[in-house]
C-alpha cells in the first residue's frame, strides 16, 4: 500500500526545492547564464508545446516527467552552492503570498489566453 505520508513530505520538498530555486533566481549573486536558463524551463514547462506531444501514448509524457525535472536538476548546479544553500533555508521560512500566487495565476491564465487566441487565429485563417 502507498505510504500516503510520504508522498505528502515529498510533495512539502518539491515545493520548497522550487521555490527556493525562484528565490535564487532573483538573488544577484545567481549567474546570469543560470536565470536565463531557469526562465528557459519554467517557458517551456509552461508553453503548451512540448518536445513530444501529450497526445502520444506515454512518451508523451516523458518531457513532463523526465526532461523538466533533469532541466531543474541541472539549474541547480549552475547556481552557487552557497546561494543555493541560503534560498533553501529561505525557502522554508518565507512562503509565497496569497497576493503573489494570484498574480502568478493571473500570468499563466494570460499566457494560455494568447496561446489559445494565436491557435484559433491560425484556424480561422487556414480554414477561411
Do not use: Q
Amino acid at each position: 500500500m502507498v505510504n500516503l505520508e510520504c508522498w505528502k513530505e515529498k510533495a512539502k520538498s518539491l515545493k520548497n526545492e522550487v521555490f527556493a530555486i525562484y528565490l535564487a533566481y532573483r538573488n544577484p549573486r545567481t549567474p546570469w547564464y543560470a536565470k536565463v536558463f531557469i526562465a528557459v524551463i519554467i517557458g517551456y514547462a509552461l508553453s503548451p508545446i512540448d518536445l513530444i506531444p501529450d497526445f502520444i501514448p506515454v512518451l508523451g509524457y516523458v518531457d513532463d516527467f523526465i526532461v523538466i525535472p533533469a532541466a531543474i536538476s541541472f539549474a541547480i548546479t549552475m547556481i552557487p552552492e552557497d546561494v543555493m544553500k541560503e534560498c533553501r533555508e529561505n525557502a522554508k521560512s518565507e512562503s509565497l503570498s496569497t497576493r503573489k500566487r494570484w498574480v502568478v495565476a493571473v500570468i499563466i491564465v494570460l499566457i494560455w489566453l494568447l496561446a489559445v487566441y494565436i491557435v484559433v487565429n491560425v484556424l480561422w485563417h487556414f480554414i477561411f
